[in-house]
């Protein structure tokens, strides 16, 4: 079960590139076997978000939402900034209706070799690992991480319509103030880490 976090720590970010930089220093620092707990309302940065940590990881660039496919894996690249390194996950589980569900696509097959992130994974993904990051992205202005309707996957365009290739910043991210929220479960993050990297402006 989800149990209690042992810290939490909230950024304030201006920018998509502020919420880019942040998440390249959080990537900079995982290592094999975390898993990454990703929740906001769609247009809170949650790519962008996912995008950096794939810069700090040193994966192939092109993250894009694996919405329609579900699950997205990046490689490690032997002449980025950490060859060797890990591989990134990329899951989205907003279709995934429970933890079954998610034991379904296999993801024990790749969470010890990689860093695993899992948009819309609160309570379905908590028995993969005792530890895990809880990253909530919150838009100043929007619905406190909670999906609109009107803007559900549901809704949006068949996947032929995706755009294709590298993706600076998703095109649903704009630049309004938003706040992100980390939280640190089991031992794997029993101390709340310093995050070196972060850069100035971003507190």
Do not use: C
Not at 21 to 43: N, P
């Amino acid at each position: 079960m989800p149990g209690s976090a042992q810290w939490e720590q909230t950024f304030h970010v201006q920018t998509a590139e502020q919420t880019h930089q942040l998440a390249a220093a959080i990537g900079s620092v995982l290592e094999a076997g975390d898993l990454l707990v990703l929740t906001g309302e769609l247009g809170a940065g949650k790519t962008t978000f996912t995008q950096g940590l794939g810069e700090g990881l040193g994966v192939r660039a092109g993250i894009i939402s694996p919405t329609f496919v579900l699950v997205r894996i990046h490689p490690n690249l032997s002449d980025g900034p950490r060859p060797g390194g890990p591989d990134l996950v990329h899951v989205d589980a907003y279709r995934l209706g429970s933890a079954s569900e998610i034991d379904d696509i296999d993801l024990e097959n790749t969470m010890d070799s990689s860093v695993t992130v899992v948009e819309w994974g609160r309570e379905r993904v908590e028995h993969l690992s005792d530890s895990r990051l809880e990253i909530e992205l919150h838009r100043r202005l929007g619905s406190a991480g909670l999906p609109d309707a009107s803007n559900s996957p549901h809704n949006r365009k068949p996947a032929d319509s995706e755009p294709s290739g590298v993706l600076d910043f998703a095109p649903e991210d704009d630049d309004e103030p938003r706040s992100i929220v980390i939280r640190g479960f089991g031992p794997r993050w029993a101390r709340q880490p310093s995050w070196p990297g972060i850069p100035e402006g971003i507190s």
